[in-house]
């Protein structure tokens, strides 16, 4: 057992997705694993371990920001030596051509955080897709017929931003989305 995470050790799978919402974790548990298992709700922080087609998967809540899922995914792997982590989840576009609903393979992950530089020493680190992992999801969408972007994603520290227009600069770049300072996408 882990301070964030009440599992005991064998009760979390090598494959965790990590959705924000705690109860999108219990979500996907009930809809899309079989013998699901709630194996957390430290600080209501669901977390459930089941199978998917015959292989066992966990779904962990992580809550909202890079501090957050920077706790969870840290206990994942150093108490329970989960192998692949997939944070899952929803974001608003800042691309015109992406409408709700669309699928974004984040490649990489631009960030505004602190929590980078303070790990790496100031440096800036380019947080990557693992590029086996990407293309498995990338074909897998391809074959059930699902269009996807992949690209540039924002994580940011700061949910509602003190400039309104701050996500223009990460538009000109190319960065898919979110768009800080607003859950609700360009306007």
Request: no cysteine; charged share 20%; net charge negative.
């Given at each position: 057992?882990?301070?964030?995470?009440?599992?005991?050790?064998g009760q979390i799978a090598d494959t965790v997705l990590l959705p924000g919402d705690p109860?999108?974790?219990r979500l996907i548990a009930e809809k899309y694993l079989d013998r699901a298992v709630c194996h957390n709700q430290v600080r209501g922080m669901l977390g459930y371990t089941g199978f998917y087609k015959g292989r066992k998967v966990s779904v962990q809540g992580t809550?909202?920001?890079i501090?957050?899922?920077?706790?969870?995914?840290?206990?994942?792997?150093?108490?329970?030596k989960a192998k692949t982590l997939v944070r899952i989840g929803t974001c608003g576009a800042i691309q015109p051509g992406l409408k709700l609903g669309d699928v974004v393979l984040?490649?990489?992950?631009?960030t505004d955080s602190n929590v980078n530089r303070i790990r790496f020493g100031g440096l800036d680190f380019a947080a990557t897709?693992?590029?086996a992992l990407l293309m498995n999801a990338a074909e897998a969408a391809k074959q059930q017929g699902i269009k996807v972007a992949a690209g540039n994603v924002l994580s940011?520290?700061?949910?509602?931003?003190?400039?309104?227009?701050?996500?223009?600069?990460?538009?000109?770049?190319?960065t898919l989305g979110p768009r800080p300072g607003s859950a609700r996408g360009p306007s």
């Open positions: 057992m882990s301070i964030h995470i009440g599992a005991t050790r109860l999108r974790a809550g909202m920001g501090p957050s899922i920077g706790i969870y995914a840290s206990e994942l792997i150093t108490e329970y984040a490649v990489s992950a631009s897709a693992d590029f940011s520290d700061s949910f509602y931003s003190e400039d309104p227009q701050a996500w223009k600069l990460w538009q000109r770049f190319g």
